[in-house]
């Protein structure tokens, strides 16, 4: 690995759970997926090795939903449609978002680098219900 840590079993199966996945979990959902293949796993593995992997820049943490951070391992520029209702994250991509230029505001804060963008509102099958 490029840190120069190890690479573990546990390591490895952490990562594939959030990168197989398009729901974007957060780590108690990844602990109960990994689970089922390494029963002797632990959440606190799972919770310091998605704070590693974060750390090396191989995941993305999403701003917390519901109380639970989330992450990702799609790395590639795009954006996230959050249920308020079930809190489901889903990817999607526009042109016309990227183009969207960081607000002034944020250079009170400090240099910008890039706008994504949250589209909330309520998904198609909490619609129906």
């Known amino acids: 690995m490029r840190s120069g840590a ?9 990562f594939r759970e959030v990168a197989r996945r398009a729901d974007h979990p957060d780590a108690e959902t990844v602990f109960r997926g990994v689970r089922q293949r390494m029963p002797t796993l632990s959440l606190d593995t799972v919770y310091r ?16 939903q519901q109380e639970r951070a989330r992450f990702e391992a799609n790395l590639r520029r795009h954006h996230h449609f959050i249920c308020t209702r079930c809190g489901l994250t889903r990817d999607f991509h526009s042109e016309d978002l990227n183009r969207v230029k960081p607000p002034r505001a944020a250079r009170g804060i400090g240099r910008a680098e890039v706008t994504q963008v949250e589209v909330k509102g309520i998904c198609h099958q909490c619609a129906a219900t």
Not at 49 to 55: E, M, P, V
């Open 49 to 64: 090795t998605l704070w590693w992997l974060k750390g090396l820049g191989l995941i993305k943490m999403l701003g917390p």
């Open 6 to 14: 190890k690479r573990t079993p546990q390591r490895l199966e952490i």
